[in-house]
């Protein structure tokens, strides 16, 4: 196979940079970016081409970003919508700009950065557009609606997009990951809040316990999340001869958590399911 030309959003750290080492090691090139140049000087001297891109940018700079992209290799065949970041904190705790801040990264950053490579794809009726959603865009659990409200609606968009351009020739994948050994729940990165309204204020205080807990003690091993992923879209490896799908989650805790809420809404279907279809106007 001819080697394929990536571009990863926010390789500074965690699965990013876990993306551009197993793509180099494929033997496929790819153009690393972060909102900080200056994090990628290692990944450059891995062999990696750097840009900086900042995901909430405004889309004529991100065009011109992944224009100057293409411009590197003289195409794009895949890329990664990676960047992220979780916010954390109650519904009324959390401001509407917090919500806001974070659609503007994990949904609208996406959206524009995606956008931006679609008529190149389109015009070489080929390219895979792989969004890194979360198991958060599958169930949401309490001060999680930050994140969770985030994931679900990429998990959406994608989706729907995948719909529209696969008889174009070009491919979407989402990611499910569970928790993954990254920097994701690192002081920084992660954006939480404690609760000031007392009848929050416990249960808030242990779900921040529960993500200092969890902080590099995360069970999945991002060098093993990547290298599905890239087996996936090159359709080798653990993918060898299998129908690739939309959807892949990663993580035995994505494995259940998934098929739990799988194995409810089944459950609920059936138990309602008289009421449910009994809404439709009577012939
Ligand atoms: N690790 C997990 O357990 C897990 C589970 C489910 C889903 N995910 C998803 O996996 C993806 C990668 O996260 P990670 O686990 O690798 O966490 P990470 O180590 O915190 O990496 C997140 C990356 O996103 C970048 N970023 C944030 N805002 C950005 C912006 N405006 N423009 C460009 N880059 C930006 C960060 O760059 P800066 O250094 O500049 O902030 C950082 O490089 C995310 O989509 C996340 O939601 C992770």
Redesign the pocket.
Known sequence: MAPLVWLV????????REFVHEILKSGDKVIA????PE?LEDLKKAGAAVLQ????WDQERINETINNAIAIYGQLDVLI??????LGGAWEDLSYEDFRDAF???VF?PLKVTKAALPHMRARKTGTNVF?????GWSGMEFNAG?AGT?FALEGMAESLNREVRPLGLRTLII???????????Q??LKTTESSIPDYAEASKAFNRLLAEKNHA?A?D?KKGVAVVVDLVRQEGVAKGKKVPVRMALGQDAYEVIKGKCRKTIELLEDWKDVISGTDLDA
Do not use: H, M, W
Request: glycine share 14%; hydrophobic share 25%; proline share 4%.
């Open positions: 959003t926010g390789c500074s750290s965690g699965f990013g970016t972060a909102r900080r994090t891109l900042d995901v909430t919508n990676n960047a992220a970041y979780v503007e990264t994990n950053g890194i959603s979360s198991i958060s994140y994931k499910e990951p569970g928790f993954f050994r990254t920097d994701l729940l690192s920084g990165n995360q999945g991002p």
